[in-house]
């Protein structure tokens, strides 16, 4: 459910690492708590976002939440089909549903954030909350 | 059991009308309009007779459920039952057949009307002077900001004033009110008690805060005890303080937001003072402010001179108008009869019984719900199914249940900052025999979460269609209908 080579969020975003560049979305923790996602505000590719602001908007049937940047960057890409296809990100979210790729601006931020281990004790603690 | 809709029933060449012959000469279109503008093939719009319109439309109405019908327990809204009376009051001719261009002199009473149920406004909220432009409570919050706004202006502080702080238990439109008004929203968590953490408030209120936006009782139906504290925090540090008057019912003739210490506040007229809501309505978001803030009140507000009321627009330091004309204002005539006929005494009754009956409620359905804080609530509270889910059963599945008992489902999944949240707030015209019978079937429910869970996994059974399929529709929505081919 969380996979070895991936690094993980507090606020439950995964990323995976490529040289420079760090491709971002949802774990399955998170998008089980959100239910249903009907629909995904994205980012226009070429903005640039800190991390810890918001990158993402969501939609679920229960709520409404934010995707948060794990790490400082540029948005190089995002993935469209998630607007007309945001089963995508309850379905396959460490395939299909992802959501951006950043240009790290500080790939050293990358040190910062869980590993799989890490975060799946973290999520023990917030599901038994 | 679907019926089908009035373009399904439509038949060529049957009416509902008939019209008496014309008296003057019939002219071709093609002579009134340029050919661009005439429509090529003709519109495809029903054809049924009289009495098949009514039908299918009285069809419709019964399959709508509202207050007049049955209990209807949503949360953080008020939605409270309308007395009748208002609805005779608002369709006096006097009212109803005026308009807004007519002189002040022919609008007196109008105007009176306004005049006076600004003052009640500002009485029950401790407040200085109101404007009832507003036209729902979102626009209210707006206009608030903006003379907030215009106010850190007027004192060459505009600029450096970016931030407006919201707890995480405020109204959602809170936030999204003030982003509108180009602040920067700051949140700040809720403490063990479910009230504003008065570390982290401290910690965020620095020279560049705008102000402050509380909703007390909070959307956990809690009354926040360090209102006056929060108030003083936030003004040592130049900022304002907002209310949001949505959970009015809770404290109406018992505390009021000017004496708790706040700046402004908005009213939902169609919350609290029973105009209807939903469906529509419209809303009235009236608000009253501070004398610090009245400068700055949209245009025109109802002036008194002498015996006259007179519309006064001279008021150079106003943000301008924020609505065409003067507010919604069969709404705002709603709201004075409701005002007028319960008096302050029967304002302070009704705000007692509405606590009593949230009260009430939350101690019967406690032990078999989880109670998400152990409090005495106001008018509302909030339980979540973290019971039921160890059997299968969530919120959503205990929502659909109450509709098959014959119950209108309570708000769910809000707050945000309960997980499975059901907010119930039962308003103070329910008998003791109607919250019975909702507890009743809440324990129902209960009971089969344990039995039975596949019964609530499937619920509603007794409706005219079953469990939609509301994901579907929310991500493909077909959102009109289109006529068969051919």
Same mark, same amino acid.
């Given at each position: 459910?969380?996979?070895?080579?991936?690094?993980?969020?507090?606020?439950?975003?995964?990323?995976?690492?490529?040289?420079?560049?760090?491709?971002?979305?949802?774990?399955?923790?998170? +998008?089980?708590?959100?239910?249903? !996602?009907?629909?995904?505000?994205?980012?226009?590719?070429?903005?640039? !976002?800190?991390?810890?602001?918001?990158?993402?908007?969501?939609?679920?049937?229960?709520?409404?939440? +934010?995707?948060?940047?794990?790490?400082?960057?540029? !948005?190089?890409?995002?993935?469209?089909?998630?607007?007309?296809?945001?089963?995508?990100?309850?379905?396959?979210?460490?395939?299909?549903?992802?959501?951006?790729?950043?240009?790290?601006?500080?790939?050293?931020?990358?040190?910062?954030?869980?590993?799989?281990?890490?975060?799946?004790?973290?999520?023990?603690?917030?599901?038994?909350? | 059991?679907?019926?089908?809709?009035?373009?399904?029933?439509? @038949?060529?060449?049957?009416?509902?009308?008939?019209?008496?012959?014309?008296?003057?000469?019939?002219?071709?279109?093609?002579?009134?309009?340029?050919?661009?503008?005439?429509?090529?093939?003709?519109?495809?719009?029903?054809?049924? #007779?009289?009495?098949?319109?009514? &039908?299918?439309?009285?069809?419709?109405?019964?399959?709508?459920?509202?207050?007049?019908?049955?209990?209807?327990?949503?949360?953080?809204?008020?939605?409270?039952?309308?007395?009748?009376?208002?609805?005779?009051?608002?369709?006096?001719?006097?009212?109803?057949?005026?308009?807004?261009?007519?002189?002040?002199?022919?609008?007196?009473?109008?105007?009176?009307?306004?005049? @006076?149920?600004?003052?009640?406004?500002?009485?029950?909220?401790?407040?200085?002077?109101?404007?009832?432009?507003?036209?729902?409570?979102?626009?209210?919050?707006? =206009?608030?900001?903006?003379?907030?706004?215009?106010?850190?202006?007027?004192?060459?502080?505009?600029?450096?004033?970016?931030?407006?702080?919201?707890?995480?238990?405020?109204?959602?439109?809170?936030?999204?009110?003030?982003?509108?008004?180009?602040?920067?929203?700051?949140?700040?968590? #809720?403490?063990?008690?479910?009230?504003?953490?008065?570390?982290?408030?401290?910690?965020?209120?620095?020279?560049?805060?705008?102000?402050?936006?509380?909703?007390?009782?909070?959307?956990?139906?809690?009354?926040?005890?360090?209102?006056?504290? $929060?108030?003083?925090?936030?003004?040592?540090?130049?900022?304002?303080?907002?209310?949001?008057?949505?959970?009015?019912?809770?404290?109406?003739?018992?505390?009021?937001?000017?004496?708790?210490?706040?700046?402004?506040?908005?009213?939902?007229?169609?919350?609290?003072?029973?105009?209807?809501?939903?469906?529509?309505?419209?809303?009235?978001?009236?608000?009253?402010?501070?004398? $610090?803030?009245?400068?700055?009140?949209?245009?025109?507000?109802?002036?008194?001179?002498?015996?006259?009321?007179?519309?006064?627009?001279?008021?150079?330091?106003?943000?301008?108008?924020?609505?065409?004309?003067?507010?919604?204002?069969?709404?705002?005539?709603?709201?004075?009869?409701?005002?007028?006929?319960?008096?302050?005494?029967?304002? &302070?009754?009704?705000?007692?019984?509405?606590?009593?009956?949230?009260?009430?409620?939350?101690? @019967?359905?406690?032990?078999?719900?989880?109670? #998400?804080?152990?409090?005495?609530?106001?008018?509302?509270?909030?339980?979540?199914?973290?019971?039921?889910?160890?059997?299968?059963?969530? =919120?959503?599945?205990?929502?659909?249940?109450?509709?098959?008992?014959?119950?209108?489902?309570?708000?769910?999944?809000?707050?945000?900052? $309960?997980?499975?949240?059901?907010?119930?707030?039962?308003?103070?015209?329910?008998?003791?025999?109607?919250?019975?019978?909702?507890?009743?079937?809440?324990?129902?429910?209960?009971?089969? #979460?344990?039995?039975?869970?596949?019964?609530?996994?499937?619920?509603?059974?007794?409706?005219?269609?079953?469990?939609?399929?509301?994901?579907?529709?929310?991500?493909?929505? $077909?959102?009109?209908?289109?006529?068969?081919?051919?």
């Amino acid at each position: 459910m969380y996979p070895k080579e991936l690094k993980y969020t507090e606020q439950h975003e995964w990323v995976k690492v490529e040289g420079n560049q760090a491709t971002v979305g949802i774990t399955h923790f998170a +998008q089980d708590q959100l239910g249903a !996602i009907v629909g995904v505000g994205l980012p226009d590719e070429g903005t640039t !976002i800190s991390k810890g602001e918001a990158l993402a908007d969501l939609d679920s049937m229960k709520t409404a939440d +934010q995707i948060i940047m794990p790490v400082s960057g540029e !948005i190089v890409k995002v993935n469209m089909t998630l607007e007309t296809q945001p089963e995508l990100l309850n379905d396959d979210p460490y395939g299909e549903g992802w959501v951006v790729v950043i240009e790290m601006a500080d790939s050293d931020e990358i040190n910062e954030l869980m590993s799989a281990d890490e975060y799946k004790d973290h999520v023990a603690k917030e599901a038994g909350a | 059991m679907t019926m089908p809709l009035i373009f399904e029933k439509s @038949k060529q060449g049957r009416k509902a009308y008939s019209l008496p012959k014309s008296d003057i000469p019939g002219k071709e279109t093609t002579e009134l309009l340029p050919d661009w503008a005439i429509r090529k093939k003709p519109a495809f719009l029903p054809e049924v #007779s009289e009495v098949d319109l009514i &039908r299918h439309y009285t069809e419709l109405s019964h399959r709508n459920f509202g207050v007049d019908q049955g209990f209807y327990p949503l949360g953080s809204c008020t939605m409270k039952y309308n007395p009748k009376i208002n609805e005779d009051v608002a369709a006096l001719p006097g009212f109803n057949n005026i308009h807004p261009y007519q002189p002040e002199e022919l609008v007196q009473g109008a105007l009176e009307l306004m005049y @006076k149920l600004g003052r009640d406004l500002c009485e029950i909220s401790g407040m200085y002077e109101a404007s009832l432009q507003p036209a729902a409570g979102a626009h209210g919050e707006l =206009t608030g900001l903006m003379l907030i706004k215009a106010y850190h202006e007027s004192l060459g502080e505009g600029e450096k004033r970016t931030k407006v702080i919201v707890p995480d238990s405020a109204h959602g439109t809170n936030p999204a009110s003030a982003a509108l008004c180009g602040y920067e929203v700051v949140e700040v968590k #809720s403490d063990e008690r479910g009230g504003v953490d008065l570390t982290s408030l401290r910690e965020v209120v620095s020279e560049d805060v705008a102000a402050l936006m509380l909703t007390n009782p909070n959307t956990l139906g809690l009354f926040d005890e360090n209102a006056v504290e $929060i108030a003083d925090i936030v003004h040592s540090a130049g900022g304002l303080l907002y209310y949001d008057g949505a959970n009015m019912n809770a404290i109406m003739g018992i505390v009021r937001p000017g004496d708790m210490g706040f700046d402004v506040l908005h009213y939902n007229l169609h919350k609290t003072f029973s105009t209807p809501h939903g469906g529509g309505g419209p809303g009235s978001g009236a608000i009253a402010v501070k004398e $610090i803030l009245a400068p700055f009140l949209p245009v025109p507000v109802v002036k008194k001179d002498g015996e006259l009321y007179t519309l006064d627009y001279d008021r150079p330091d106003s943000i301008g108008r924020v609505k065409g004309f003067y507010g919604n204002f069969n709404v705002l005539v709603k709201a004075f009869a409701y005002i007028r006929s319960l008096g302050a005494k029967g304002l &302070r009754e009704a705000a007692e019984t509405a606590v009593l009956n949230a009260n009430y409620v939350m101690r @019967k359905l406690q032990g078999r719900y989880h109670l #998400s804080y152990d409090r005495d609530c106001k008018h509302e509270f909030v339980i979540d199914a973290s019971y039921q889910l160890k059997h299968g059963v969530n =919120t959503n599945d205990i929502a659909k249940a109450l509709l098959d008992l014959g119950f209108h489902a309570p708000t769910v999944y809000f707050p945000l900052i $309960i997980r499975e949240a059901m907010m119930i707030e039962p308003t103070e015209t329910e008998s003791k025999e109607t919250l019975d019978a909702f507890i009743g079937a809440m324990l129902k429910i209960a009971e089969l #979460s344990e039995s039975s869970p596949e019964t609530l996994q499937e619920a509603p059974h007794n409706t005219v269609v079953g469990r939609l399929d509301d994901v579907t529709a929310a991500r493909r929505p $077909i959102l009109r209908w289109t006529p068969p081919e051919g």
